[in-house]
């Protein structure tokens, strides 16, 4: 930092195909380590494995100080993305294609959204990208 001032924390991720229980204990082990470790995020497998699932962890995360992120709308439907912001209370969105590229109602309110406060992250090298791509 101090030759090139430039500083970086981490945002830990929790596996969504996995149970939250466990999860807890992997929180509680970030606590120690809050001046490395900013927020926590919910990534892999979406489908089957909604945002609700983890409701009561992110509860306890936001409760010790840690920014909270999600992959959402990547492989899950739009509801994921909206759950992530409503019950997970989520900062950033990463992901999201199926907002960005759906025809539909959710896809217009959340273009709406994006003009006002949430952090956003499309990939362009999101799976669902490139296949959207490829058939198009």
């Excluded at 992901?95 to 590229?101: C, R, V």
């Excluded at 309110?109 to 058939?135: A, E, P, R, S, T």
């Amino acid at each position: 930092e101090n030759d090139f001032g430039i500083s970086s924390k981490v945002i830990m991720c929790f596996l969504r195909h996995l149970d939250e229980e466990p999860c807890f204990e992997v929180l509680k082990q970030a606590c120690d380590h809050k001046d490395k470790i900013i927020g926590v995020g919910l990534d892999s497998s979406e489908k089957g494995n909604p945002p609700a699932k983890f409701k009561k962890l992110f509860q306890q995360a936001m409760k010790e100080g840690f920014v909270t992120v999600a992959h959402a709308g990547e492989e899950g439907p739009p509801e994921y993305i909206w759950d992530s912001l409503d019950i997970l209370k989520v900062k950033r969105i990463d992901h999201g294609t199926f907002s960005y590229f759906s025809d539909n109602q959710d896809s217009q309110d959340f273009q709406i959204m994006l003009n006002g406060k949430l952090l956003y992250g499309l990939f362009v090298i999101d799976g669902n990208f490139c296949q959207l791509k490829k058939n198009n």
